[in-house]
Nanobody
Framework: QVQLVESGGGLVQAGDSLRLSCAAS????????MGWFRQTPGKERSFVAS????????NYADSVKGRFSISRDNAKNTVYLQMNSLKPEDTAVYYC????????????????WGQGTQVTVSS
C-alpha cells in the first residue's frame, strides 16, 4: 500500500513556473511507475507524465512536451513535476499516482492516487 500526498499547486500567471511534489509513504517509489494526471470539471482525468521504475524512462502528453519535466528522488521517496511556460489551459487539479506496471500512461493502470493539488494559470 502506497500513500501519496501532492503539494506545490497554486495560482500563477501565464508563462510562470511551478514545481509539484508528490511525497510517498508506505512503500518505496522505486518499485513503482509514478505518474501525474490532471482533471478539469466535467472532464476525465488525463495523462500528463510518467516515470518508470528501474529505468526512469519518461513519457509525456503531447500538450506538455518541452514544458513539463517529471523526476524522482528515490532517497526522498518523492516525485516531482516541474512545469514551465504555463498556459491557462494547464489549469486543473493535478494528481500523483503509482502503479507497478512498467511505463503505464492510462489512468486505469494506476492503483494508488493522491488527493490532488489545484493549479490555476491566469492569462
Amino acid at each position: 500500500q502506497v500513500q501519496l500526498v501532492e503539494s506545490g499547486g497554486g495560482l500563477v500567471q501565464a508563462g510562470d513556473s511551478l514545481r509539484l511534489s508528490c511525497a510517498a509513504s508506505g512503500r518505496s517509489i522505486s518499485d513503482y511507475t509514478m505518474g501525474w494526471f490532471r482533471q478539469t470539471p466535467g472532464k476525465e482525468r488525463s495523462f500528463v507524465a510518467s516515470i518508470a521504475w528501474m529505468t526512469s524512462s519518461t513519457n509525456y502528453a503531447d500538450s506538455v512536451k518541452g514544458r513539463f519535466s517529471i523526476s524522482r528522488d528515490n532517497a526522498k521517496n518523492t516525485v516531482y513535476l516541474q512545469m514551465n511556460s504555463l498556459k491557462p489551459e494547464d489549469t486543473a487539479v493535478y494528481y500523483c499516482a503509482a502503479t507497478p506496471a512498467y511505463g503505464a500512461i492510462r489512468a486505469t493502470s494506476y492503483n494508488y492516487w493522491g488527493q490532488g493539488t489545484q493549479v490555476t494559470v491566469s492569462s
